[in-house]
């Protein structure tokens, strides 16, 4: 694979593809907790791991991601695991090597919110975090990095500051919540100016925010950079009012879940695949070029976007066509499709 365009050379080319949410996925496939939300699964279940890696990418991922999202030291100590700290991280990586492999993919390892950053009295902790889980990617290989999730931009510094030790490219996304500023106050295109200036590749933003709250700050953010940006929302429709998924509020949602419907009662609120279809080609119009879904997101999702981009991916061969519907479509028999307006 010593020939394989890299990361940046492919954003030069055209967009990039990266499917994430592989968290929500599997919690809803019945392989992983939701609260914790702690990747175990990539130890009991390999199996799923792989499975969901090799139908993203059949979807149109460019990029195969190890799941290490909250495989960190101190997620792993709230479940009593730290044990597993290094086998959860190495199992992860081999997982998505294989995938990457076998499809010619990107191959990423990844950090995340570490949840104990509260500014500069915390940096050592934080940083001692991200460089034990970048260097076990670095020894399997990976491509490059990605840090995601960050509501601090002081947090996604250090993490930039990792990955960049280590020789790596590093594509370094925050979360912007209800208020459109970091949990220090700063925009989304200031952080992402000194998320360049530590040496980033690619910055931007990603969960949290559906695609309607989301577009709005991509334009300012590539004004701001020199670099590529990235843009990965949630697949939920937000609002507004609303802007986060966390912020969603379903006032028919029944007594067990209450009023917030997150993080398992979201169902209701899902975008459909053309409207990620649409937020890509708008994200993109933008000059957005690293694209991609995250928290609730499925190979589905990931087809549209990558059709809506004028990409043709394996999947496409299953992609809808109504024309066949035996009421709806034209190539069925008459006799039924006069039946299409009583449905």
């Known amino acids: ?29 019945g392989y992983l907790q939701a609260g914790a939300f702690v990747p175990e699964v990539v130890l009991e279940h390999p199996e799923k791991v792989t499975e969901l890696h090799r139908e993203l990418v059949h979807a149109g991922s460019d990029v195969v991601q190890a799941l290490t999202y909250y495989a960190h030291r101190e997620k792993l100590r709230v479940i009593g695991r730290e044990d597993a700290l290094e086998p959860i991280n190495r199992q992860a990586l081999a997982l998505a090597r294989e995938v990457a492999d076998e499809t010619g993919a990107l191959l990423a390892g990844g950090i995340c919110n570490t949840n104990v950053y509260t500014g500069d009295e915390s940096r050592a902790d934080v940083r ?66 000194r998320l360049e200036g530590a040496g980033a590749d690619v910055v931007g933003l990603n969960c949290s925010r559906g695609p309607r709250t989301m577009l709005p700050l991509l334009g300012a953010i590539r004004a701001a950079v020199s670099i590529p940006v990235a843009a990965l929302p949630v697949p939920y429709r937000t609002s507004e009012e609303q802007p986060s998924f966390q912020s969603l509020r379903d006032p028919q949602a029944p007594p067990a879940t209450g009023e917030r419907p997150f993080p398992t009662a979201l169902d209701p609120f899902t975008c459909s695949r053309h409207e990620l279809a649409e937020f890509a080609v708008q994200a993109h119009g933008l000059g957005v070029g690293y694209l991609g879904v995250c928290c609730g997101g499925a190979p589905h999702h990931v087809r549209a976007m990558a059709e809506a981009l004028g990409r043709e991916t394996p999947a496409s061969r299953y992609s809808a066509d109504m024309s066949r519907h035996a009421y709806f479509g034209t190539k069925g028999t008459p006799a039924f499709r006069q039946y299409a307006t009583e449905l």
């Open 128 to 193: 001692r975090m991200f460089e034990e889980q970048v260097a076990w990617a670095a020894d399997a290989g990976v491509d490059f990095m990605i840090g995601e999730t960050f509501s601090h931009a002081g947090e996604a510094i250090a993490a930039t500051e990792a990955i960049k030790r280590a020789g790596l490219p590093a594509v370094v996304t925050l979360a912007i919540h209800r208020h459109p500023v970091t949990r220090e106050g700063w925009t989304p295109e200031e952080a992402c100016r």
């Open 1 to 29: 694979m010593a020939d394989r365009a890299g990361l940046l050379e492919r954003l030069e080319d055209g967009p990039v593809i990266c499917a994430e949410g592989y968290l929500f996925e599997l919690e809803r496939r």
